[in-house]
């Protein structure tokens, strides 16, 4: 399919992710982008994101990123610059400049946010006024995975700092990546009280990279058919206490009754804790890789996946139909312990808690999962990043110069 603007030309596209943590905004906007260059080979898409190592995936022909300056989570609606000794406030200028430069050079027929409505210390305002100020009327989307964190603090901070007016001011669509019949996202978080006429549930966004069977990637990493049991937390930022506490429970096991294992660290672990979690594996049947761009293929080998509770891997598994331990990290938001729980409820993970999964629990659960590797029937919807490049093209090839009203709103707070 080609897709053309008003203006006749193929369209192009930036999608911005913050990317304060770990890799998942920027996954998720690569695979949506590699399917909008796939559905117009003419496209072009710019992604800008902060992700410390940069671009870690292979980006399909018509795909390219711009790097901000790296910055880091610290907690809620908190972050500090990750590499360069500047101040949030040098830093933040600095990206703010950057982003509204990139915009006014590329000139985007469609520009797509990820997670955070006004970017980070309210990056994004600047270059959302510009795309509401430009004659062509770009669109603007933003892109909200399933779950966010407690809907009390996601109200209450949204709610004083102004987000809901930037929505309501700046956004076309709300795209959410999710299932309204897992978690009501619009309705925990206010937006549907906001926007209701402009919410799209796009369903779950996984990869559509290529999958290995299990047979094939066995035969490739050299393994027997014993059980496989692969641990992996996306980038790994976090990941140290969960992979710690799963190598502690692999010890428990007799050696010759070991299953063995594949922990993915990610890019992003400190080399010191790798080291360490390497060190730990003391003669186990377990291997300590870095980052692998196939982590797919690992858990398409699997007899058991373990990871965190992030929205990417947890997806990932699902998808692949993988029996699923699930460590959600405790913070700073409760995104990945609230996700774990709704998963869990419906059967397709199970659930249990860093701080109290002793050695002998957890290996007990793994146990059982090996010995009984029954998945949940329980369809999640994984073909998310379809409905989304849908949505996004979704009136590019008319003329809305009225979708914006004139909305008077004081973003101060911002």
Same mark, same amino acid.
């Given at each position: 399919m080609r897709v053309q603007t008003n203006g006749g030309r193929s369209i192009s596209a930036i999608m911005y992710s913050h990317d304060g943590v770990g890799l998942g905004h920027l996954k998720r906007n690569l695979?949506?982008?590699?399917?909008? #260059?796939?559905?117009?080979?003419? +496209?072009? !898409?710019?992604?800008?994101?902060?992700? @410390?190592?940069?671009?870690?995936?292979?980006?399909?022909?018509?795909?390219?990123? #711009?790097?901000?300056?790296?910055? +880091?989570? !610290?907690?809620?609606?908190?972050?500090? @610059?990750r590499k360069l000794r500047m101040t949030r406030e040098r830093i933040g200028e600095l990206r703010r400049q950057l982003l509204l430069r990139v915009v006014e050079l590329f000139e985007p027929d469609l520009f797509l946010a990820d997670h955070v409505p006004a970017g980070v210390w309210g990056e994004l305002l600047p270059t959302l006024q510009a795309l509401r100020d430009n004659p062509r009327r770009p669109k603007v989307a933003l892109g909200l995975r399933d779950i966010l964190d407690r809907p009390e603090i996601v109200r209450r901070t949204w709610r004083d700092d102004g987000i809901y007016d930037v929505i309501e001011r700046y956004y076309d669509a709300v795209l959410v990546y999710g299932a309204q019949g897992v978690f009501d996202t619009a309705a925990a978080y206010g937006i549907d009280e906001v926007v209701p006429d402009r919410i799209r549930y796009c369903g779950y966004v996984s990869g559509e990279e290529p999958v290995l069977d299990r047979a094939h990637m066995r035969a490739k990493l050299k393994l027997d058919d014993g059980p496989l049991v692969v641990i992996t937390a996306g980038g790994g930022a976090d990941a140290f206490p969960m992979m710690e506490a799963c190598i502690a429970a692999l010890k428990t096991f007799d050696r010759s009754r070991c299953p063995n294992a594949m922990i993915l660290t990610g890019a992003l672990m400190d080399p010191s804790q790798r080291a360490e979690l390497e060190r730990r594996v003391d003669g186990q049947p377990v291997r300590v890789l870095g980052h692998v761009p196939d982590a797919q293929n690992y858990i398409s080998a699997a007899d058991l996946a373990i990871t965190m509770g992030g929205y990417n891997t947890m997806v990932e598994c699902v998808r692949l139909q993988k029996p699923t331990i699930v460590l959600p990290r405790k913070g700073p938001s409760a995104e990945q312990a609230t996700r774990a729980r709704v998963f869990g409820d419906l059967g397709l993970v199970t659930a249990v808690e860093v701080e109290v999964a002793t050695p002998e629990r957890l290996a007990r659960a793994i146990r059982d999962k090996l010995a009984a590797p029954r998945v949940s029937n329980v369809s999640l919807g994984?073909?998310?990043?379809?409905?989304?490049?849908?949505?996004?093209?979704?009136?590019?090839?008319?003329?809305?110069?009225?979708?914006?009203?004139?909305?008077?709103?004081a973003l101060e707070a911002l």
């Open positions: 695979t949506i982008a590699s399917r909008l #260059v796939h559905e117009d080979a003419d +496209a072009n !898409v710019l992604l800008v994101v902060g992700c @410390p190592s940069g671009m870690l995936f292979d980006v399909p022909h018509g795909v390219d990123y #711009v790097k901000l300056p790296s910055i +880091a989570k !610290v907690e809620t609606n908190t972050w500090n @610059p994984t073909n998310g990043v379809s409905e989304a490049v849908r949505h996004l093209l979704d009136g590019l090839l008319q003329n809305d110069t009225d979708r914006f009203a004139e909305i008077p709103v």
